[in-house]
């Protein structure tokens, strides 16, 4: 009796494992499938009816791979699986970005530049008046600017979505030729709308946009509705120039070698993250890289902000959502939403 007890306990053990063992396969399966249906959403090839019929194949296939595993046809079930998904990856592997599609007019240009020493020439710097999302005029300027006159460095984080998702800008000040903006963008094509999970499966081309204050900014802040702040970076002059040109380096880059964005490894903050630890040797990763909301919290626990105020009041006199409204148009809009923002001191 006590060894068919044993006996017993081992087959209800095995069996066990057994269905440990499927579990464990169906939700690798499972995930890799998931991986799959989105990444042949947001690419799969062809006009829209044939876009659906590769995406009911993969389902239909990989749904039929999970069935195999739990009507014990387990070695049919894992290899027809691994085989569908790796021509999955083969095929998702073969994807290219690149600089020549019918692009939305706000990222038709890309902004290249010229450093000669201390002269740069920025060319490309977007300089739109908007009235809408839809109703503008553009303009595409040719700028010059001398880094002997880099006097200052400001964040300005643009909020839209809740406190932990923001749009970071980076403004730089030259005294009295004014200030120039680089943002961080995705590429879209002509009717493409943003998306954080398409970010992730290369939908969108990266760009660097150059731009005057009164469109970048404004744009956000009087067209869109969203709500922004302007920090004054602590950095010395030496990482202020660095950093300009290696803006100027990443955009050139860009227009010789397109590559994709992607949601977390290339967007508005991590790009920048990745060009200033260039500059300065070390900077340490933190989860508010990612949750951009954050991102000034970060920069003023590493010192990056200005050090004699709390943060709660660079928070509140940096809002510059009122006095952007308030400016609009204003030849003086760049001074108008500096007013009162600690560290910086204004005729």
């Known amino acids: 009796m006590n060894y068919g007890r044993c006996g017993m306990g081992s087959v209800g053990r095995a069996a066990r494992l057994v269905i440990v063992g ?62 569908a998904f790796a021509v999955l990856i083969f095929w998702w592997q073969q994807l290219q970005p690149s600089n020549d599609r019918i692009w939305a007019d706000d990222v038709a240009r890309m902004m290249t530049g010229t450093v000669d020493g201390q002269q740069i020439t920025l060319h490309n710097v977007r300089n739109f008046d ?12 040719t700028r010059h600017f001398d880094l002997d006159r880099l006097e200052s460095v400001d964040m ?63 744009v956000r802040t009087n067209v869109r509705g969203e709500d922004d702040y302007l920090y004054r970076i602590n950095m010395p002059k030496s990482a202020m120039r660095a950093l300009f040109v290696a803006y100027i380096e990443e955009a050139n880059q860009l227009a010789l070698t397109p590559r994709f964005y992607n949601t977390i490894t290339a967007n508005c903050t991590t790009l920048v993250y990745h060009m200033m630890k260039q500059i300065i040797g070390y900077l340490p ?48 809009f760049s001074l108008d939403i500096r007013r009162g923002v600690p560290g910086i001191s204004l005729p």
């Open 285 to 332: 990763w933190d989860f508010r890289l990612l949750l951009t909301g954050y991102l000034p919290q970060y920069v003023y626990g590493i010192g990056g902000l200005e050090p004699h105020h709390s943060f709660e009041e660079l928070r509140s006199r940096g809002r510059i959502t009122a006095r952007a409204k308030s400016a609009d148009r204003s030849e003086r």
């Open 156 to 218: 300005i984080m643009s909020y839209w979505s809740g406190p932990s998702i923001a749009h970071m800008l980076v403004s730089f000040g030259f005294g009295d030729a004014g200030q120039v903006a680089f943002s961080v963008e995705i590429r879209p094509e002509k009717g493409e709308a943003f998306s954080e999970i398409g970010g992730f499966f290369d939908e969108f081309e990266l760009s660097i946009v150059a731009a005057d204050e009164r469109d970048v900014i404004r």
């Open 130 to 141: 908007w009235r809408s999302d839809i109703d503008y005029t553009q303009r595409w300027e």
């Open 22 to 83: 499927r579990v464990l396969l169906t939700l690798m399966v499972g995930i890799s499938a998931t991986w799959g249906a989105l990444a042949l959403w947001y690419q799969a090839p062809g006009a829209h009816a044939v876009h659906g019929l590769i995406l009911a194949t993969w389902i239909l296939l990989s749904t039929s791979m999970l069935a195999a595993l739990w009507r014990g046809r387990t070695i049919l079930g894992i290899v027809g699986f691994t085989a």
